[in-house]
Protein backbone atom coordinates (compact mmCIF):
# COMPACT_ATOMS: atom_id res chain seq x y z
CA UNK A 1 0.00 0.00 0.00
CA UNK A 2 1.03 3.43 -0.73
CA UNK A 3 1.84 5.47 2.24
CA UNK A 4 -0.44 8.45 0.91
CA UNK A 5 -2.87 6.35 0.55
CA UNK A 6 -2.43 4.80 3.98
CA UNK A 7 -2.17 7.94 5.76
CA UNK A 8 -5.68 8.86 4.13
CA UNK A 9 -7.35 5.85 5.13
CA UNK A 10 -6.24 5.58 8.47
CA UNK A 11 -6.78 9.65 8.83
CA UNK A 12 -10.31 9.23 8.16
CA UNK A 13 -10.96 6.61 10.77
CA UNK A 14 -9.11 8.59 12.88
CA UNK A 15 -10.90 11.88 12.97
CA UNK A 16 -14.06 9.60 13.32
CA UNK A 17 -12.52 8.17 16.59
CA UNK A 18 -11.49 11.70 18.05
CA UNK A 19 -15.38 13.12 17.37
CA UNK A 20 -16.39 9.95 19.61
CA UNK A 21 -14.05 10.75 22.15
CA UNK A 22 -15.14 14.32 22.17
CA UNK A 23 -18.46 14.11 23.92
CA UNK A 24 -19.50 11.93 26.70
CA UNK A 25 -21.69 8.55 26.09
CA UNK A 26 -24.45 9.86 28.30
CA UNK A 27 -25.38 12.71 26.60
CA UNK A 28 -25.07 10.80 23.11
CA UNK A 29 -27.34 8.03 24.47
CA UNK A 30 -30.01 10.00 25.47
CA UNK A 31 -29.38 13.20 22.33
CA UNK A 32 -29.62 15.83 24.79
CA UNK A 33 -26.73 18.50 24.40
CA UNK A 34 -25.85 20.90 27.43
CA UNK A 35 -24.44 24.51 27.16
CA UNK A 36 -23.76 27.94 28.86
CA UNK A 37 -24.79 30.67 28.49
CA UNK A 38 -22.75 33.69 29.59
CA UNK A 39 -24.61 36.94 30.70
CA UNK A 40 -23.40 40.06 31.89
CA UNK A 41 -26.50 40.83 33.92
CA UNK A 42 -27.76 39.04 36.85
CA UNK A 43 -30.57 36.56 36.25
CA UNK A 44 -33.65 38.11 37.66
CA UNK A 45 -32.41 41.05 36.57
CA UNK A 46 -35.36 43.07 35.51
CA UNK A 47 -35.71 43.14 31.59
CA UNK A 48 -32.59 42.06 30.45
CA UNK A 49 -31.60 39.21 32.59
CA UNK A 50 -35.48 38.17 32.84
CA UNK A 51 -35.64 38.19 28.64
CA UNK A 52 -32.37 35.48 28.69
CA UNK A 53 -34.07 33.31 30.87
CA UNK A 54 -37.10 33.62 28.08
CA UNK A 55 -34.82 32.92 25.63
CA UNK A 56 -33.18 29.54 27.65
CA UNK A 57 -37.17 28.69 28.04
CA UNK A 58 -38.15 28.97 24.79
CA UNK A 59 -34.99 27.01 22.94
CA UNK A 60 -35.74 24.26 25.67
CA UNK A 61 -39.68 23.99 24.45
CA UNK A 62 -38.58 24.21 21.04
CA UNK A 63 -35.82 21.42 20.78
CA UNK A 64 -38.29 19.17 23.35
CA UNK A 65 -35.81 19.31 25.78
CA UNK A 66 -32.80 17.80 23.53
CA UNK A 67 -31.23 21.49 24.09
CA UNK A 68 -30.27 22.21 27.89
CA UNK A 69 -28.77 25.63 28.72
CA UNK A 70 -27.96 26.64 31.43
CA UNK A 71 -27.76 30.39 32.39
Known amino acids: MRRRNF ?13 GAAFPAPAIAQGI ?21 RLVERIQRASDGKLRIRL
Not at 7 to 19: D, N, P, W
Not at 35 to 50: A, D
Open 33 to 53: RELKMVSTFVKNFPGLGTSAN
Open 7 to 19: IKATGGAGAALAM
